[in-house]
Every structure is written in C-alpha cells, then in structure tokens.
T-cell receptor, first 115, second 110 residues
Framework: NAGVMQNPRHLVRRRGQEARLRCSPM?????VYWYRQLPEEGLKFMVY????????ESGMPKERFSAEFPKEGPSILRIQQVVRGDSAAYFCASSPLEQTHTEAFFGQGTRLTVV | TQLLEQSPQFLSIQEGENLTVYCNSSSVFSSLQWYRQEPGEGPVLLVTVVTGGEVKKLKRLTFQFGDARKDSSLHITAAQPGDTGLYLC??????????FGTGTSLTVIP
C-alpha cells in the first residue's frame, strides 16, 4: 500500500532549463496538491488538481509554471526556463475523492537546485 | 494574508520540558490537521480534530480543537530530542483546498 510517490528526490537544473516534477498519488486518491517550501519556511500552496482538471491555481506563478493531472499517469509540475529563485523543495499531497473531513498525505518532496 | 497563524515561530527547549504550540484563524474549519515535518522529509500527519472542544492524545502529545473551531493547540509533555521538527497545522475551511499554517520549528536540546 504505497504512499504518495514523488520523483526525482533531487533535481539539479541550469538556469534556463526545464524542470519536470512527478507525483503519483496514493491509490484511490484523486485530489492532488502541490506546495513549495523554502528553507526554514512553511508550505506555500501552489495548485490543486483533480483528475484532468485544475481546480485552483491561485498560488502558482502565471509564467513559466504549469501543472497537470492526466486521466492516466502521475501529476506533473513543470517549470520552464528555471531561475535561481525556483530553487526549493516541492511537495505533493493527495487526498481521496469523497471524504467528510479531508486529510492529505504527503510525498517526500523533490528538491530542486538551479545552478 | 495568512489564513492560519502559528505561534511561536521558533522554539528551543531543554529535554524534559513541556511546551504548547498554537494555531489560530479568523475562519471556521470543519476540521484541522497537525503535521510534523523532519528535515529532508515530507510532512507526516499526526492527528485530525473534528469536533469543537475535542481533545485528542497521542502518547505525550495532546491536541485540542477550539470550541468555535477557529483555533487549535498542540501540547507536548516532557519533550524529547526525537520531537524536534517543524509542526504544521492545516485545514480546509471550504471544499478540499488545504491551507497550511506558518509552522513552528521546535528544537529539543538533549
């Protein structure tokens, strides 16, 4: 009964390259959330997706960032033309479709370093 | 604007001491969750509180949900170095979108 799986755990990109972060939710979960965390800081909401739909992307920068959660396969957070300021830990969480009191379970994160 | 404010932001205590961490909001939540995050790892769910006034215990950790369901507290008795980490409260006031608190970074010194 695997938990939320994120890969890669560590990702190094040069300025201007693209970064692709993957998140496979827990079995039976159809809600996915992406968060960004800077050192010594809390989690900042980026985007909330359900299968094939973006529900809320109010926390995601309008340029260079995009997210998807296709019918099949993992959720992808894509950062184009990365800059040094994109260096952070990116966490994905998932929750079930129908639940009275929502609980989210997190992956171990992807640590992106832009050099 | 931060929906959930946690205090204190940083806390450093000696092993064996007691401590309380607070999570406050002006919004009403149907439930609140507490997570602990260790360096290099993702947050791990500790507990969910649902009913106003509810108290839940997890070994040396006691969680309380405010009567008005706008705030919560986490009390740790006889803290141990293994309790060191970032404590986060979270909740969804409407729908399923989760909001996280600002976090309390706890260091327990042996």
């Amino acid at each position: 009964n695997a938990g939320v799986m994120q890969n890669p755990r560590h990702l190094v990109r040069r300025r201007g390259q693209e970064a692709r972060l993957r998140c496979s939710p827990m079995k039976g979960h159809s809600h996915v959330y992406w968060y960004r965390q800077l050192p010594e800081e809390g989690l900042k909401f980026m985007v909330y997706l359900q299968k094939e739909n973006i529900i809320d992307e109010s926390g995601m920068p309008k340029e260079r960032f995009s997210a998807e959660f296709p019918k099949e396969g993992p959720s992808i957070l894509r950062i184009q033309q990365v800059v040094r300021g994109d260096s952070a830990a990116y966490f994905c969480a998932s929750s079930p479709l129908e639940q009275t009191h929502t609980e989210a379970f997190f992956g171990q994160g992807t640590r992106l370093t832009v050099v | 604007t931060q929906l959930l404010e946690q205090s204190p932001q940083f806390l450093s205590i000696q092993e064996g001491e007691n401590l309380t961490v607070y999570c406050n909001s002006s919004s009403v939540f149907s439930s609140l969750q507490w997570y602990r995050q260790e360096p290099g790892e993702g947050p791990v769910l500790l507990v969910t509180v649902v009913t106003g006034g509810e108290v839940k215990k997890l070994k040396r950790l006691t969680f309380q949900f405010g009567d008005a369901r706008k705030d919560s507290s986490l009390h740790i008795t006889a803290a141990q170095p293994g309790d060191t980490g970032l404590y986060l409260c979270a909740g969804a006031p409407t729908g399923n979108q989760f909001y996280f608190g600002t976090g309390t970074s706890l260091t327990v010194i042996p």
